[in-house]
T-cell receptor, first 115, second 111 residues
Framework: DAGVIQSPRHEVTEMGQEVTLRCKPI?????LFWYRQTMMRGLELLIY????????DSGMPEDRFSAKMPNASFSTLKIQPSEPRDSAVYFC?????????????FGNGTRLTVT | GENVEQHPSTLSVQEGDSAVIKCTYS??????FPWYKQELGKRPQLIID?????GEKKDQRIAVTLNKTAKHFSLHITETQPEDSAVYFC??????????FGKGTHLIIQP
C-alpha cells in the first residue's frame, strides 16, 4: 500500500486566496483525521471522519476552515480566505476503527505558507 | 476533552545512556496511548503503543509503562543511538475522540 497520500506537498499563497488540501487515506481504513502542526501549538486535531461522516469538528479554528469527505478514498480541507496565521504543516491520517483503537498512519503533510 | 501534558520539552543524553519521557493525561476514559517519532521535515511515525489493559510493553530498546491510577505513561529508550535523535510525541485517546497529542520532546543524542 502507498500509505496516506497528501497533495500538494508545499503550497505558497497570498493572503485572501482559497487553499484546498487533499488527502487519500489507506484503502480499507474507515476513519480519517486532519491535524495541523505548528511550533507554538504542536499537533492539533482539526476534524475527523468515520465512514465519511464528520464526527468531531470542534478543532476547526473558525468558519474559514471547512472539510469534506465525499467518499471513502478522498477528503479535502479548504481554507477560504487564507491568512498568514494559517501557515503550518497540515497532516492527514487514517486508521481502521472497530471498537479497539488501531494505529494512526500519517501522510507526508502539506506545508502551507500564506504571505 | 482530553488534555495531554508532556515533559521534558528538550532532553539531551549521552550516546549509550537511557532516555525517559513522561506524559500525563486528564480523561480517565482514555484507553489507548501511542508514541510517535518525528524526524525533521518528516511525518510522525508510530514507534510503540499501549492499551489500558496492560501496564508495560517492550519492543527491543523501547518500552512504555502506564499507570492508570495516576494517569501517566512514560517512554523509555535504552542504549540510545544517534538515530534516536528526533521529536517524540505521546498521545491519548478514549471513546470516540480523536488522538490528543502532547507538545513533543526534542531528544538529542550527544556523541
Amino acid at each position: 500500500d502507498a500509505g496516506v497520500i497528501q497533495s500538494p506537498r508545499h503550497e505558497v499563497t497570498e493572503m485572501g486566496q482559497e487553499v484546498t488540501l487533499r488527502c487519500k487515506p489507506i484503502s480499507g481504513h474507515n476513519s480519517l483525521f486532519w491535524y495541523r502542526q505548528t511550533m507554538m501549538r504542536g499537533l492539533e486535531l482539526l476534524i475527523y471522519f468515520n465512514n465519511n461522516v464528520p464526527i468531531d469538528d470542534s478543532g476547526m479554528p473558525e468558519d474559514r476552515f471547512s472539510a469534506k469527505m465525499p467518499n471513502a478514498s478522498f477528503s479535502t480541507l479548504k481554507i477560504q480566505p487564507s491568512e498568514p496565521r494559517d501557515s503550518a504543516v497540515y497532516f492527514c491520517a487514517s486508521n481502521q476503527e472497530g471498537g479497539v483503537s488501531s494505529p494512526l498512519h500519517f501522510g507526508n503533510g502539506t506545508r502551507l505558507t500564506v504571505t | 476533552g482530553e488534555n495531554v501534558e508532556q515533559h521534558p520539552s528538550t532532553l539531551s543524553v549521552q550516546e549509550g545512556d537511557s532516555a525517559v519521557i513522561k506524559c500525563t493525561y486528564s480523561d480517565s476514559a482514555s484507553n489507548y496511548f501511542p508514541w510517535y517519532k518525528q524526524e525533521l521535515g518528516k511525518r510522525p511515525q508510530l514507534i510503540i503503543d499501549i492499551r489500558s489493559n496492560v501496564g508495560e510493553k517492550k519492543d527491543q530498546r523501547i518500552a512504555v509503562t502506564l499507570n492508570k491510577t495516576a494517569k501517566h505513561f512514560s517512554l523509555h529508550i535504552t542504549e540510545t543511538q544517534p538515530e534516536d535523535s528526533a521529536v517524540y510525541f505521546c498521545a491519548a485517546r478514549g471513546g470516540a475522540d480523536g488522538l490528543t497529542f502532547g507538545k513533543g520532546t526534542h531528544l538529542i543524542i550527544q556523541p
